[in-house]
């Protein structure tokens, strides 16, 4: 009766806009996948006492950056980090979700079926055209850039969760010498980190208390985390699709460098974790000299 005036040319258009738009509202995550959106602030409030909740920094220069974090080996947050990208990442706090035409799990999922199905948790970009493809749609942070040098980057890990995990990604440290980030570019993700071990006077595995504590952090689309070899991490997928990228870097510049964090955690770090970081001892010792 609604339809009642409407030629029936009309009304298949009209059916087939109201589809249309209701395609794009599921890619984009307003509708169909479920959430745990409404879970976020239990979360945060059931983080360990002992974990510092990280500010999420609007903006941060390569000097700040250096002084405050790098030397350190201090973790930071910056959000809407992905400005400067050919399509910049849109950040939606309220739900997590991003519409970004390329780095979303059912694009890429199209592109690469074989690549991106439930069974891989983790993608490495190295396929001939993922290395050409890729480093097109993303930039490295501008923080990274010091006295007119760029980092030296690694291929790119992409995370892909299409449905809800069964739990967290396991503790563990990346095994590799470099400083890693990490940006999410759909869904959120809660990151648990903890610093390095030290060992006390008997030899004993104990925390860390260089000023170095165990953080936390949500990130949404856009966000960026940075951090540095020996840091144990967690991570939990709250909203799903999810997709974030880890990329390891270096910098050419020989004084953008951890030089206080691998002279106060290097050794530590070697005796704690020799099968991870074999061969790395040459480089850590250089700075830790």
């Known amino acids: ?24 509202l599921v890619l984009c995550g307003h509708v169909g996948a479920a959430s745990w959106t409404v879970d976020k602030p ?32 201090k973790p930071v947050v910056v959000k809407q980090a992905t400005s400067d990208w050919p399509e910049p990442i849109q950040p939606n706090p309220q739900g997590g979700r991003s519409c970004h035409s390329f780095w979303n799990v059912e694009y890429l999922s199209s592109l690469y079926p074989n690549e991106f199905s439930e069974e891989n948790a983790i993608i490495v970009a190295e396929t001939a055209e ?14 990274l850039t010091y006295k007119g040098k760029f980092p030296e980057t690694n291929v790119e890990f992409l ?12 503790r563990h440290v990346d095994t590799g010498c470099l400083n890693s980030y990490a940006v999410q570019m759909q ?3 809660m990151w648990l980190l903890w610093p390095p071990p030290k060992r006390d006077a008997n030899g004993l595995l104990v925390n860390s208390t260089d000023g170095l504590r165990p953080m936390a952090t949500i990130l949404y689309p856009g966000d960026l985390l940075v951090f ?11 909203d799903f699709p999810s997709l974030s990228m880890s990329i390891y870097w270096d910098h050419r510049h020989p004084d953008f460098r951890p030089t206080e964090f691998y002279a106060r955690h290097a050794s530590d ?7 991870q970081y074999c061969t790395c001892a040459d480089e850590w010792k250089a700075d830790e000299s």
């Open 1 to 24: 009766l609604i339809f009642v005036g409407y030629e029936w040319e009309g009304m298949l258009r009209l059916v087939a806009g109201l589809a249309l738009v209701t395609l794009a």
């Open 42 to 73: 239990i979360l945060l409030r059931e983080i360990p006492p002992e974990f510092e909740v990280m500010p999420k920094l609007s903006s941060l220069d390569s000097q700040t950056f250096l002084e405050q974090y790098l030397r350190i080996g």
């Open 130 to 143: 993922m290395k050409q493809v890729f480093p097109r749609n993303h930039n490295s942070p501008r923080f």
């Open 159 to 170: 995370f892909p969760t299409m449905r809800k995990p069964a739990g967290p990604n396991s």
């Open 187 to 189: 869904g959120s993700k």
């Open 228 to 238: 540095y070899p020996g840091w144990l991490h967690e991570t939990h997928v709250i």
């Open 269 to 275: 770090i070697l005796k704690a974790y020799p099968e």
